[in-house]
């Protein structure tokens, strides 16, 4: 190190700050990076790694560079592939340094706390997660065990780019349903996490199959010291005395983790985040819980076909024209809502939108000429906008009067918008005046809805718009360039200094060009020039057939390739006079938008709140807009436990099928309808079902209308789904493993208040198994806690339906067909009763399976059934016959199936499976006692079988 250049000093000292980042370190015109960096970097970016000077150890030290101004191209990809950045900057002008120039890291750019656009994308918030919890890993067997019936666990998520910060706290047993659920519902680009649970390997691997990007913080005094330290440092930031007033009371986790990210913003950022809002206590319970799987099996943000966001519930309802109404309609449909008052505001504001088609299509046309304003005044506040985003800023403000007397208009309120008041645009004037052409139209149409004319008088709260968007109209031109440091942005008239400058250097400018007209008559070279190059400035240029007439006070400046270029004493004394003036006008512009920017971000805390309501009309207005695209109607919500549908429809099924699509009712009622166990043949539509009453009932909670023709809906607080068989063979888990995982938890954890989705549980293992397990679910989902839970039961174990007569709440629904000789017509129409039909050969021959199979398979069946009803005759009752998979192909032999099983059931052994299943205490066992209980039934199944 010792013989290190200074730079290179300078360089070992940055790395050492951030040892786990990649450094950029900008020497001129590049971001250069050394070593192990520079490899990585050329790696990655596929840019050249060349090496320059030696290392401490006398090897070539590697070496790789990006040009600064590509840096908006190069960084991102780094990001996005998980890597931390450091950006270690010029703190002062080269020019005027003294010897070696300062540098310093600026900012650690990291996937969590990204704000540049380039990096994050508009429909979705960027968050950064923290962690904590009470996993010790040194507890020894008992204690962790004691663990496994609940650990408590603190969470936060912060967006940088939009200010937004909240946390919760909550209790969270493994396989960590809950901390992977809010995983699912954020999908943070980021998590920090503490050192202890990182050590936790199913919690890891459970974020890591989340994709989640994770960095580990210590704690490195005890967890109380640690939460005091978080608690002081909250306090200071949003300047605050106590934080119980924002929720935080007895929640020692939840401030862990808020204090933690809120660290790691601050050290990443190295700047002051003024514009981050007080952080929010949630509670869990005052949403619509979608878990992990529910999300996706639902697919309310991606489809299961490709993770995409086509054939997804956000793509049908997402009519929004503004990036944080986008981001809001996402939150809202992650987070449905469980107060019926709430949701009915919601619904109301929905319908006043939905009957005002004049002025919902005028509040949306200024809503499309609305930018994103809460990340535009984030960058400003980081020093990262250029002009063109102050024009966005005051676009989006020219809107806001017209917006309000829209939202005043619809909603017939008195609020007199003072964002009106001190207008005097054109933009306003125009808006104002079409406003109030309108008025006398829409008298008629004013409307009811307690949410608008909340949202329009605090909007109308908002005084500041008019002054910001003068300021920027007086200094910003109009269609500025991207870049702030080559001039051009600033209106003349303005700034006297500036002008003046502008003026000398425009002077100047003149005189060149009469001073070229005044060298070629001098020298008689018609085709002379006068040039300008940033490396050597201004010259004359002469091509050589004329070189022989250069005068001789020409003084040799450069050769290029067909003539000289050369200046005179008189043209290098005009060349630093309009060099000073350019100069000193381009570090004049940077300095006034510098001070209008730092004006505009003064009112961050204003611009987020009003981007935050801007967003809610945005949504609200989707809704409506949804609604009438696709004949949706308004739900009623209320604290009962029914859910009445008439003529439900899938809400992306009925859009992509190629067929019509087919309507349904549902009817379910705690007393006589709380379990309705659907069967019918494969593809017959159950599963569709079952995943649109669940839809519907996530998009009335959330606030939107719903395909039915009426919707009645006692809120529902959680949803759980167990729908198809998905390996998870990278997790090294079966399909069967995964399925049983996922049915514990929902044993576990469901409620009366929840709906349970199930579809062909059992079917990942033999039928033997797969029959007992399932019939097991049903009686114990009926009989929890003595009043059950609402559940769809999807199956094509027959032999299930018998349970209506033993089980009060439980109902028995098919999907009927019409046989029509070997074919098989759906009609997609749900009905009361049972079917006694699988019709598995059916569907194997629609699905094109060789005639020759089918017909074998039924053979095949009947020989194994010929065979183990024989065998039972010769040795009387004593084993049960073989069932195999094989059967479900048999269309003719459904009613053996039953006999089969029904058999196979009262085999001794088997009534002492069954009662231990009932006594099973299932609320009170960990996943793992679940899954080695099921494995000694498997073992006991097969020892029976094999008797
Ligand atoms: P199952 O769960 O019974 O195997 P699915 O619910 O997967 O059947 O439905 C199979 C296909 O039938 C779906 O992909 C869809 O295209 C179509 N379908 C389902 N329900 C309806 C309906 N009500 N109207 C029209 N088509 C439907």
């Known amino acids: 190190m010792s013989q290190a250049t200074p730079a290179m000093k300078q360089y070992y000292a940055a790395k050492e700050e951030c040892p786990d980042a990649l450094v950029f370190f900008r020497m001129g015109d590049f971001y250069e990076s050394f070593g192990d960096d520079a490899k990585t970097i050329a790696r990655e970016l596929e840019i050249t790694l060349t090496n320059r000077g030696k290392t401490e150890d006398g090897k070539q030290m590697p070496l790789a560079g990006i040009p600064y101004h590509a840096i908006d191209n190069y960084l991102p990809r780094l990001v996005k592939k998980g890597y931390k950045v450091a950006i270690c900057e ?142 002081s440092d909250l306090l200071k930031q949003f300047k605050i005395s106590t934080l119980e007033g924002l929720g935080f009371s007895g929640v020692d986790y939840a401030v862990l983790a808020c204090g933690k990210t809120l660290d790691y913003a601050l050290k990443t950022q190295m700047r002051e985040l003024d514009h981050i809002q007080p952080v929010q206590f949630y509670s869990m319970s005052k949403n619509l819980i979608l878990d992990s799987m529910t999300l996706r099996n639902l697919e309310i943000i991606k489809n299961t076909r490709d993770d995409g966001e086509n054939y997804s519930l956000i793509r049908v309802l997402d009519k929004t024209k503004t990036p944080p109404g986008s981001r809001l309609l996402r939150n809202w449909l992650l987070r449905p809502l469980v107060d019926p008052a709430e949701i009915t505001e919601r619904l ?12 919902r299509y005028d509040l949306r046309q200024h809503l499309s000429n609305i930018s994103d304003i809460e990340r535009l005044v984030s960058r400003m506040i980081y020093g990262n906008s250029n002009a063109r985003d102050l024009i966005s800023m005051r676009n989006s403000l020219f809107e806001l009067p017209g917006l309000c007397a829209e939202l005043s208009q619809l909603c017939g309120s008195k609020a007199n918008p003072k964002t009106n008041q001190k207008a005097d645009s054109k933009a306003n004037q125009k808006t104002d005046s079409k406003a109030n052409q309108k008025a006398d139209s829409k008298t008629n149409s004013r409307t009811e809805s307690a949410l608008l004319s909340e949202i329009c008088d605090e909007i109308s709260q908002f005084d500041f718009t008019a002054e910001l968007s003068d ?65 050597f400035g201004y010259f004359i240029e002469v091509t050589n057939a004329n070189k022989h007439l250069v005068p001789e006070n020409y003084i040799r400046k450069q050769t290029v390739a067909n003539g000289e270029r050369y200046f005179t004493p008189e043209l290098k004394e005009r060349e630093s006079l309009i060099l000073t003036a350019d100069d000193k006008s381009v570090a004049l512009e940077y300095e006034i938008f510098r001070e209008v920017t730092e004006h505009v971000s003064s009112y961050a805390k204003e611009i987020q709140a009003m981007a935050h309501l801007i967003g809610k009309i945005d949504v609200l207005c989707s809704f409506a807009e949804a609604a009438i695209e696709n004949n949706y109607v308004c739900p009623q919500l209320d604290d009962s436990l029914d859910i009445l549908i008439r003529d439900g429809r899938h809400p992306i099924v009925e859009k992509t099928t190629e067929e019509a699509f087919v309507p349904n009712d549902t009817e379910m009622d705690p007393v006589e309808n709380q379990f309705l166990l659907i069967t019918g043949p494969n593809m017959a539509g159950k599963s569709t079902y079952m995943r649109q009453i669940a839809m519907i009932i996530v998009m009335a909670q959330a606030g939107s209308f719903v ?52 579809d062909e549980i059992g079917r990942g293992t033999s039928t033997y198994d797969g029959y007992s397990i399932a019939k097991a679910v049903v009686e114990y989902i009926h009989n929890k806690d003595k009043k059950g839970v609402r559940t769809l039961f999807a199956t094509h174990y027959h032999q299930l339906t018998a349970l209506e007569n033993k089980l009060k709440r439980l109902k028995n629904f098919h999907i009927a067909v019409r046989e029509t000789g ?33 017909e074998r398979a039924a053979e095949i069946l009947k020989e194994i059934e010929n065979e183990s009803l024989a065998e039972d005759e010769s040795r009387g009752k004593k084993r049960t016959a073989r069932y195999t998979q094989l059967l479900l192909f048999d269309p003719e032999n459904a009613g053996a199936e039953e006999r089969i099983v029904e058999k196979f059931v009262e085999h001794p052994e088997i009534e002492e499976l069954k009662s231990e299943f009932k006594d099973l205490d299932v609320n009170h066992m960990t996943p793992m006692q679940a899954l080695l209980k099921l494995e000694e039934v498997k073992e006991k199944l097969r020892r029976l079988e094999k008797e």
């Open 471 to 535: 300021l920027i109209s007086k200094t910003i031109v109009d269609e500025p360039p991207i870049t702030v440091r080559e001039g051009r942005m600033i209106q003349p008239g303005y700034s006297a200094e500036l002008d003046e400058l502008r003026n000398a250097s425009g002077d100047s400018k003149e005189w060149i060009a009469a001073f070229q007209t005044q060298e070629r008559e001098r020298t008689g070279i018609k085709n002379l020039k006068v040039g300008y190059n940033k490396v």
């Open 348 to 359: 109301n504001a929905v319908s006043a939108l939905k009957e005002n088609s004049l002025s």
């Open 822 to 854: 070997n074919d098989l017509v759906f009609l997609r129409k749900i009905v009361p009763g049972a079917t006694d039909k699988s019709y598995g050969i059916h569907v194997a021959r629609l699905a094109g399976v060789p005639e020759k199979v089918n």
């Open 90 to 231: 010029q703190l002062e002008d080269p020019k005027k340094a003294k010897g070696i120039v300062k540098r310093g890291i600026v900012r650690v750019v990291t996937p969590g706390t990204a704000i540049d656009s380039s990096i994050i994308t508009d429909a979705a918030n960027n968050y950064l997660m923290a962690l904590a919890g009470s996993f010790n890993p040194d507890s020894d067997k008992k204690k962790s065990k004691a663990n496994d019936n609940g650990e408590v666990f603190g969470i936060s998520f912060l967006d940088i780019s939009t200010g937004e910060f909240f946390g919760t706290q909550f209790e969270d047993s493994a396989p960590y349903e809950k901390v992977i659920s809010e995983v699912a519902r954020y999908k943070p680009s980021e998590c920090i996490i503490q050192e202890t649970l990182a050590q936790n390997e199913l919690l890891m691997k459970r974020l890591a199959e989340n994709k989640v990007k994770i960095e580990s913080f210590s704690c490195s005094k005890s967890v109380s010291a640690e939460v005091e330290k978080c608690e």
């Open 707 to 758: 395909p039915a023709s009426h919707a009645k809906i006692g809120v529902v607080d959680r949803i759980f789904t167990r729908i198809g068989a998905h390996d998870d063979l990278a997790g090294g888990k079966s399909t069967f493993m995964v399925e049983m995982v996922e049915l514990a938890n929902i044993l576990n954890n469901s409620g009366e208040r929840n709906l349970i989705l199930l």
